[in-house]
């Protein structure tokens, strides 16, 4: 299993900024951390890990292919938009909400070094969507488990 603190940070910067002392982020441009914080110092490239990053925004998306997942949530709730079972609204809404809390947590604990399979255990407990009550656990269960499962394939794959 590839952890991912050895991801290599080509191309990205681990970085400071004056907003969270103290937290370490990346940047690719020098300027903004992908967690929109302005960048306040830098190191240089060949002197970055992905091991000293503690913000975990910033952590996913060095690890994981962000793209990917959302494209992968996209095409998982197509269906279900189109049936009408679900407005357009919501689906966007509840699509960007699990992409903001989902490969942030998924860093965190494949830093922790847990397999993706517990991660995967673990958010079908932690919301309720093992039950698969009814349509709205069963769309929470399908979507979180497209980005999970999208996330585990993009881990450490360099992209240009």
């Not at 020098?30 to 925004?57: E, M, N, R």
């Not at 009408?84 to 998924?106: F, N, Q, V, Y």
């Not at 860093?107 to 009550?133: C, M, N, S, V």
Request: a negative charge; aromatic letters at 4%; proline letters at 4%.
């Amino acid at each position: 299993m590839t952890e991912v603190t050895e991801v290599t940070m080509e191309r990205m910067q681990t970085c400071r900024s004056a907003s969270t002392p103290g937290e370490v982020h990346i940047t690719w441009s020098g300027h903004l951390t992908p967690c929109d914080l302005p960048v306040a110092s830098a190191h240089p490239a060949y002197d970055s890990k992905i091991k000293d990053v503690t913000c975990d925004t910033c952590g996913a998306s060095a690890v994981f292919d962000l793209d990917a997942a959302r494209e992968a949530a996209r095409t998982e709730t197509a269906e279900k938009v189109t049936a009408g079972a679900l407005s357009s609204e919501a689906d966007l809404h509840l699509r960007d909400l699990a992409m903001k809390t989902i490969p942030s947590t998924c860093f965190t604990k494949r830093r922790e070094g847990q397999p993706w399979g517990a991660i995967k255990t673990d958010f079908l407990l932690t919301t309720g969507a093992y039950q698969g009550a009814d349509a709205t656990d069963r769309y929470v269960g399908l979507l979180g488990l497209a980005i999970i499962d999208a996330l585990a394939k993009s881990e450490n794959q360099q992209r240009d």
